[in-house]
Structure formats: C-alpha cells, structure tokens
C-alpha cells in the first residue's frame, strides 16, 4: 500500500501585487484503493492544491511537507514526481500542437518507467482503452488537445490514467463542461482505472453530480484554504441539499 500524506501545507501565489496566500494548513492523508472527493466553492484553494502537488511553479509553497510513502515529493522536480507515481489531470488541458495522442502516450509510458512498453501489447492496450472511453480509433493520430471538444479533452485525460497508471491521481475539476453521457463515459474510466490498479484519487469538484458515478471513501470540504469539514458519502449528500453557505457564513 502506498500513502500520500499533505502536512500543515501553506501555499501562496504570485500575482503582479507580491505573494497571495492561497492554502492556509492542509492536512490529508490517502491510501491507494482510496477516493477523496476534494469539494468547496470557487476560489477555496482546490485547484491550488491540485497544482502544487504537480509542481507547478506559479505555486510557492511556503511551509508543510508532502511526502509519498516517506519520500519528500516537495524536493522533487514535476518530471520525478510523475515517475514516483503522481499524476494531474488538468481541468484546462493545453494543446500540444505537432504530438499526436499515440506518441504522447508512449513517450509519457517510456519517461515513467525508464523503457518502452512492448509495442504489441501497448497498442492492444490502447485501443482497448479507447475504446471504453468511446472514443474514434483516429482520435490516437490526431495532436494532443488540438481542436479537441471539451469532452474529448477529458476524455483524454482519463485515457492517460488508464495507460499510465499512477499510484495517486489528482482529477482537477474533470467533471467541469460535461453533458450527462460524456460525464458518465468519464466516470465509467475512472471506476475501471480504480477497480483494476492500486490507485489513489484524490477527486477535485465543487459539484456532487460526478459523487453519484463515482463514489467517494472520504469527502473534504476546503474553505479559504483551509479543510473545514471532513466526512464519508453522506457529507456529499449533505452539500447537494445545502450548498457551502454555513461553511461561507461562519465567522473565519
């Protein structure tokens, strides 16, 4: 079992007036074979956090520690994260233009675990994958993310979830501009990836509708940067009936 823990992390942002805190002491800890479903309303600091246990450099952490199974992921670089098993699904993807989808994902895979996947059984895999997720067999030749729906996109993330195979993945907002039938694709991959690896996934939303595809051992509500309310499926339920009002409302 694999754990990653996030301890009293403070992170701030930089904006064109000096350093905003964003993350005001974050404490969680998840399991493989365990989902979190990270939820609050707009500007709680969710995506935030997401993008600092990528990495991402417009992120400062200012204190607190991250560490997978004891190791200092803080320390290391976005491409030694990836290969110690941490992946984001982004809720904007970025066109990568002249990269097709097929040599992406190979290239992601070789770079992961320092050789290439045997190509028979990778392009069975593939396809495969694909496939669930419903996708055209000429999607794998088109550029990554170029001209892509707002479905194909996420889509596209949950199929290098499914190739890649973390052990902990962030999903940032992947419900984010769905209609019901690519929601429910969507989440059928997340389960799948779920059932059939050890993964983590820490599920980052402020809506409940994804929670009823893909259920949740523990939910979270962050608010101003902080967790202010822990719980199991229930606590999704409560939040779908009352919003985050009471959270918005008490004195900080």
């Not at 998840?30 to 450099?57: C, D, V, W």
């Not at 204190?63 to 190791?71: A, H, P, Q």
């Not at 770079?111 to 045997?118: L, N, T, V, W």
Request: net charge negative; no cysteine; glycine share 8%.
């Amino acid at each position: 079992m694999s754990t990653l823990k996030i301890t009293d992390l403070h992170v701030s942002v930089n904006t064109e007036t000096g350093p905003k805190p964003i993350l005001n002491g974050i404490n969680l800890e998840i399991n493989s074979n365990e989902t979190h479903a990270i939820m609050g309303p707009n500007g709680s600091g969710k995506s935030t956090l997401a993008y600092s246990l990528a990495g991402h450099p417009k992120y400062q952490v200012t204190s607190g520690t991250v560490t997978l199974d004891g190791e200092d992921v803080l320390a290391m670089s976005v491409d030694e994260r990836a290969k110690a098993g941490v992946f984001l699904a982004m809720q904007y993807p970025v066109e990568v233009p002249g990269v097709t989808v097929t040599n992406f994902l190979r290239s992601a895979k070789t770079a992961i675990d320092g050789e290439a996947p045997k190509l028979r059984h990778w392009t069975k895999d593939l396809k495969s994958a694909m496939e669930n997720l419903r996708v055209d067999p000429e999607f794998a030749s088109r550029n990554v993310n170029e001209g892509f729906s707002g479905g194909e996109k996420k889509r596209h993330e949950i199929l290098q979830m499914e190739m890649l195979k973390p052990k902990f993945s962030v999903l940032d907002e992947t419900d984010s501009g769905l209609d019901v039938d690519a929601l429910r694709i969507v989440s059928e991959g997340i389960n799948r990836v779920r059932e059939t690896t050890d993964v983590g996934v820490l599920l980052i939303t402020h809506y409940t509708r994804i929670l009823s595809y893909v259920k949740p051992d523990h939910v979270h509500v962050i608010i101003k940067g902080k967790v202010a309310e822990e719980g199991g499926p229930e606590l999704a339920e409560r939040l779908e009936n009352e919003g985050y009002d009471r959270f918005l409302q008490a004195p900080a």
